[in-house]
């Protein structure tokens, strides 16, 4: 029901943008965010960043906080990941996933989207 794209090579500060579609979420209440992983540390429990389809509010990790910013298009329910900055460290595999919830919970998804490979190198 995720469909996750747009990962790709990019230079240190560089930017990047990702885009999860939903469209054929059927869920009233869900939030649905970006994770990472990498060799060393398996997949994050917790998203880099997460948006709650009823009212938009977003959760951003200490180290996405002034540089990714989550977004979507409301009319093609598509969630998009804007990078800004990256760094070596931001190297991963990003990964979409949502979680059937009324409250926003970047954490436990319910239902994974395949992932897109970042890597920032020079």
């Known amino acids: 029901q995720l469909q996750a794209y747009g990962g790709g090579l990019v230079q240190p500060g560089g930017s990047l943008t990702l885009s999860c579609e939903a469209s054929k979420v059927t869920f009233d209440y869900y939030t649905i965010g970006w994770f990472r992983q990498t060799p060393e540390k398996g997949r994050e429990a917790v998203g880099v960043?997460?948006?709650?389809?009823?009212?938009?509010?977003?959760y951003y990790q200490g180290s996405a906080k002034g540089r990714f910013t989550i977004s979507r298009d409301s009319g093609n329910n598509i969630y998009y990941l804007q990078m800004n900055n990256l760094q070596a460290e931001d190297t991963a595999i990003y990964y979409c996933g949502l979680k059937t919830t009324w409250a926003l919970k970047c954490y436990d998804m319910d239902i994974w989207g395949q992932g897109t490979q970042v890597t920032v190198s020079s």
């Open positions: 960043a997460c948006m709650s389809s009823d009212d938009g509010q977003t």
